[in-house]
Every structure is written in C-alpha cells, then in structure tokens.
T-cell receptor
C-alpha cells in the first residue's frame, strides 16, 4: 500500500525554469492538496482539489498551477521558478466521505531555486 | 478565518519526564483538531484528533491531547518522554462545517527535543 507518492524527492532549478512536481495516491481519496513548508511558518496551502476536474486556490497560489484529470494524480506546476519558491513541498490527500479530515502526506519534494 | 498558534518554537525535556506541547486555535464554530509529527526528512504523520465527545483524546505512541473549549486549547501531552519522541510537532484545525474542502490550517510547529 503506497499511500501518497511524490516525485522527485530533490530538485534544483535555475530562476525562470519550469517544472512539475508529481503526486499520486492509491487510496481513492477525493480530496488532494499541496502545501509548502518553510522554517518557522508551518505548512501553507497552495492549491487543493475536491475531485477530478475541480481545483481551487489556497493561501499561497501565486506562481503555481495545478490540474486534476484523474482521482489518483494531482501535479503541481511551477511556471517560472523564483528563489522565493525554494521550499519543501508536500502533497496530501483525504477522503471526503470517510473519516473526519485526517490528511495523509507524501514524503515531500525539496526544491531549490538558484 | 481559522488560525492555530503554537507559542513555543522549541521544547526540551528530559527522558522519562512528562512533556507538553502547547496549541491554541481560533475558528468560528466547532473545530476538528489534529496533531501531526514530522521526523527529519519525512512527511507528516497523523498522531491524534479531536472530533467530539471526551475532551481527552488518546493517540499513537502513547500521546494524548486535552481539548479545552473555554481556553480554545488543544495541548499535546505524554506522561513519560522518550528520546525517540524528538521531532517536529504540528497542531492543525478545521472547521466542522467546512464540508468537502477539508482545508486544514497548521501551526508553525514546535521542535521537541528529549534529552537522554
């Protein structure tokens, strides 16, 4: 049972480059989300999705794009990377109909933008 | 809007002593409250949650948390700390009526260090 899988685990980009962080879950969860973790700031919600074809912005969406074409996958795209996007990114999922909002997290993707 | 405060960035405790990690929250309406733990270079792991009912909630690894509605607090506790409990702990809140959004708001985290 893989749970939530994120790739890559590490990535170094130059300013202006674009890339996609991949997230896949095998728990048939309707809800998926992306957070970024920065020292002293906890986790901040970037984008989330309540089901295939539905996405919405979180607290810090600027510079990021998402899509949800399937229940399993929720990629996060950085359109033009900036040093301020250096962070650790976490994908998380939960069931809308089962449980009470408990999130299941991936292992994280550490991104450095030079 | 909902928010979470973890007033201590760092908590140090001797092995075998009781530990407390503090959390206060602000939300309109009734909350769901959660504690997560993060070990170095790992994702967050669920520890316990308060939904309704008994104010004392028991979770994984011997941890428990006490919900206090009047003080809007949800402090994490353990009677006897282990060195292996050393990690980063996050408190999170969600409004019960937030429906399908499932948006959790996290605190800034508290680094717990248990000294041998």
């Amino acid at each position: 049972n893989a749970g939530v899988t994120q790739t890559p685990k590490f990535q170094v980009l130059k300013t202006g480059q674009s890339m996609t962080l991949q997230c896949a879950q095998d728990m048939n969860h309707e809800y998926m989300s992306w957070y970024r973790q920065d020292p002293g700031m906890g986790l901040r919600l970037i984008h989330y999705s309540v089901g295939a074809g539905i996405t919405d912005q979180g607290e810090v969406p600027n510079g990021y794009n998402v899509s949800r074409s399937t229940t399993e996958d929720f990629p996060l795209r950085l359109l033009s990377a900036a040093p301020s996007q250096t962070s650790v990114y976490f994908c998380a999922s939960s069931s809308r109909t089962r449980g009470t909002g408990e999130l299941f997290f991936g292992e994280g993707s550490r991104l450095t933008v030079l | 809007a909902q928010s979470v405060a973890q007033p201590e960035d760092q908590v140090n405790v001797a092995e075998g002593n009781p530990l407390t990690v503090k959390c206060t929250y602000s939300v309109s309406g009734n909350p769901y409250l959660f504690w997560y733990v993060q070990y170095p270079n790992r994702g967050l792991q669920f520890l316990l949650k308060y939904i309704t009912g008994d104010n004392l909630v028991k979770g994984s690894y011997g941890f428990e948390a006490e919900f206090n509605k009047s003080q809007t607090s949800f402090h994490l506790k353990k009677p006897s700390a282990l060195v292996s409990d050393s990690a980063l702990y996050f408190c999170a809140v969600r409004k019960i009526s937030s429906g399908s959004a499932r948006q959790l708001t996290f605190g800034s985290g508290t680094q717990l260090t248990v000294l041998p």
